[in-house]
């Protein structure tokens, strides 16, 4: 972990000019969109977060997974830092998806199968994070979280298809039969994507190695608490 934190700095520089580039291509390079407008400047915030989200979840499924079936505080921490900044990113989501909803639909937000979904995902993962946080030292509880955090993911594959089958007021988009991008429009969203994969990758990294921190520094506690009642003891004796 030591050796492999030397590179952080290296991606902590990388992504931050790519969210310097992102913002420059999403308000300068890409055109201003017909029809909605500069609402639709959203666009390459509110999706790459969805994506961004969907790689934090992803790392709590696998990492619960492995956990079910070899137990393990390392792997354990994998998947509850996954999972928070899953969190962070589909509250990001759901944050964004409003902003631009309201000056194009009229209303903040709809019940339609797919932004019900989203919202489902992220109470699910909240609901995950809130049981970690009650009973953390709980190896049952550990693995009654990494059930939930394997089922809570199920409901990504629901969230991307819900609107090409159950239809819906979301735009499809990039999607089959959505209505494409322009071609300056749809580098400035790539790159977004990419941005938000990296901002991703230097948080979770970042994040687990805190929890690595607090886990060794756990660890030291127990170790001293063991001291001192050696000591007490060796005391008692000697008096």
């Known amino acids: 972990m030591k050796d492999s934190f030397r590179f952080f700095p290296a ?5 931050a000019a790519m969210i310097c580039l992102s913002l420059y291509l999403a308000f300068f390079f890409a055109p201003v969109e017909a029809e909605m407008g500069w609402v639709q400047k959203i666009f390459y915030f509110h999706v790459p977060s969805a994506v961004a989200a969907y ?8 990492f619960s997974v492995v956990y079910l079936i070899r137990p393990g505080d390392r792997v354990d921490a994998l998947a509850r830092c996954g999972a928070e900044i899953g969190v962070v990113f589909c509250a990001m989501v759901l944050t964004s998806g409003p902003l631009w909803a309201r000056p194009i639909w009229g209303v903040y937000f709809v019940f339609d199968p797919q932004l019900t979904a989203t ?10 994070l809130l049981l970690r946080f009650v009973a953390a030292e709980s190896a049952r509880v550990r693995k009654i979280a990494a059930v939930l955090a394997i089922f809570g ?8 298809m819900a609107v090409r089958k159950w239809g819906g007021t979301h735009p499809l988009v990039e999607r089959e039969g959505g209505g494409g991008l322009h071609p300056d429009m749809r580098v400035a969203f790539y790159v977004s994507m990419l941005t938000f994969l990296l901002l991703f990758a230097t948080l979770y990294w970042l994040r687990v190695r805190v929890a690595s921190r607090e ?3 756990r660890e030291l506690e127990v170790e001293m608490e063991d001291q001192l009642i050696e000591i007490n003891e060796l005391k008692g004796r000697a008096a």
């Open 11 to 15: 991606l902590a520089i990388v992504t």
């Open 55 to 62: 790689a934090g979840f992803f790392c709590a499924f696998i």
């Open 119 to 128: 919202l489902l995902l992220f109470l699910i993962y909240t609901a995950y």
């Open 153 to 160: 993911f199920m409901d990504v594959p629901i969230i991307h």
């Open 215 to 217: 886990d060794r520094l």
